[in-house]
C-alpha cells in the first residue's frame, strides 16, 4: 500500500511539473505547429501612432490553446501580407517577445513597415497573415533599423527604398548621423544588388577592422535549409582555396537560419575579396563576399 501512494504522489508531482513547464518557440512556430491562434490587424491612425503605415501600427491577438505556458518570438523581418491586394504588405520592424499561461489570450501591438508603397495603409478591419521571412539586403536592413531604433519615417524610407526604388535622398530626417548610416546601406545594397545579378553572389555589408596582422571580421549571415543537416560555414579565397572554418557539422532544422559570425585571421590580405560559404550535404546554400578594405 505504501508502494502505491509513493508511486500515485511521484505519479501526480511528475504531471504538475510537466504542466508547469514552458516551452519556447518563435511564434511562426507555435502557428504551425496549431499551438496558438493569432490575429494580426491594421490599427489605423491612434493617439498613439499618428501614422498608419510603420510604428506601432499592427494588432496583435494570441491565444494559447496548450496546457503549457508558451514564450513567443517574433521576429524583425517577419513578413505581412493582407487578405486584400489592395492593402499595403508589411514586415515586422522589431523583434518582439511574449509570454502567455496555458489557455490565456493576450492584445499587442508591433512595430512593422509598409513594403507596397502605392497601395492603401493598413485599417482596423484588415487581416494579415504570417509570411516568410525577409530575405538578403531587406532582411539586413530591418536590422540594422532595429539596432538604430529607427521605427519612425526615417527606417520607412530606408524601406520603400529597396522595396518600391525610391531614391534614397529622400531618407532624412532631425537625426543626421542615422539617416546616413540607413542612406549609406541603402546605396551600397543597391548597387551590388545590381552587380550580384551578374556575379551570382552577395556582398556582405559590414566593416572588416584592420589588426597588426590580417583583418577580422564579423557580421550576420541568413540561408534557408531545405531540409535538416549538418553545415559548414567557411572563408575561401579568390582562388577557390579553403583559408579558415567558421564552424563545421553544426544541426540546423529546416526553415531560415542566421548566424553571427567573427573570426580573424592573418590570411585576410588589404584589398582582396574572400567568400563565405554555407555548405550543407555537399550543396551550397549561400555565398557571400567580403573585401578587405
Not at 491577438?61 to 496546457?67: C, D, G, L, R, V
Not at 559570425?261 to 592573418?266: D, F, P, T
Not at 590570411?267 to 578587405?292: D, H, P
Request: charged share 20%.
Amino acid at each position: 500500500m505504501k508502494k502505491l501512494i509513493t508511486f500515485v504522489f511521484s505519479l501526480v508531482l511528475s504531471s504538475c511539473i510537466f504542466a508547469g513547464e514552458t516551452a519556447s518557440y518563435t511564434l511562426f512556430e507555435a502557428v504551425q505547429n496549431k499551438l496558438v491562434k493569432v490575429v494580426f490587424k491594421g490599427r489605423g491612425v491612434t493617439p498613439e501612432n499618428s501614422n498608419s503605415h510603420y510604428g506601432r501600427c499592427i494588432s496583435l491577438s494570441i491565444k494559447n490553446i496548450t496546457s503549457q505556458r508558451l514564450e513567443l518570438k517574433l521576429e524583425a523581418g517577419r513578413k505581412l501580407r493582407c487578405y486584400k491586394d489592395s492593402v499595403q504588405s508589411m514586415m515586422v520592424s522589431k523583434t518582439e517577445m511574449f509570454a502567455l499561461g496555458p489557455g490565456n489570450t493576450s492584445d499587442f501591438t508591433i512595430n512593422a513597415f509598409c513594403t507596397k508603397k502605392n497601395s492603401g495603409s493598413p485599417r482596423p478591419e484588415n487581416v494579415y497573415t504570417m509570411q516568410g521571412m525577409a530575405e538578403g539586403y531587406l532582411y539586413e536592413l530591418v536590422q540594422l533599423i532595429e539596432n538604430l531604433d529607427c521605427q519612425n519615417n526615417l527606417g520607412q524610407q530606408a524601406v520603400w527604398a529597396l522595396t518600391d526604388s525610391i531614391s534614397p535622398s529622400n531618407i532624412s530626417g532631425d537625426d543626421a548621423a542615422k539617416a546616413k548610416k540607413l542612406r549609406d546601406f541603402v546605396e551600397f545594397a543597391i548597387k551590388h544588388s545590381k552587380s550580384e545579378k551578374a556575379n551570382g553572389f552577395n556582398y556582405d555589408y559590414s566593416y572588416p577592422d584592420k589588426i597588426y596582422n590580417g583583418y577580422k571580421i564579423k557580421g550576420e549571415i541568413n540561408w534557408d535549409m531545405p531540409n535538416s543537416g549538418t553545415v559548414t560555414l567557411s572563408v575561401y579565397d579568390s582562388k577557390g582555396k579553403k583559408v579558415a572554418d567558421i564552424f563545421t557539422g553544426v544541426p540546423f532544422n529546416t526553415g531560415f537560419q542566421a548566424y553571427d559570425y567573427e573570426i580573424a585571421n592573418n590570411v585576410f590580405t588589404e584589398g582582396n575579396t574572400y567568400w563565405l560559404r554555407v555548405i550543407s550535404g555537399g550543396r551550397q546554400l549561400k555565398e557571400v563576399a567580403v573585401t578587405m578594405k
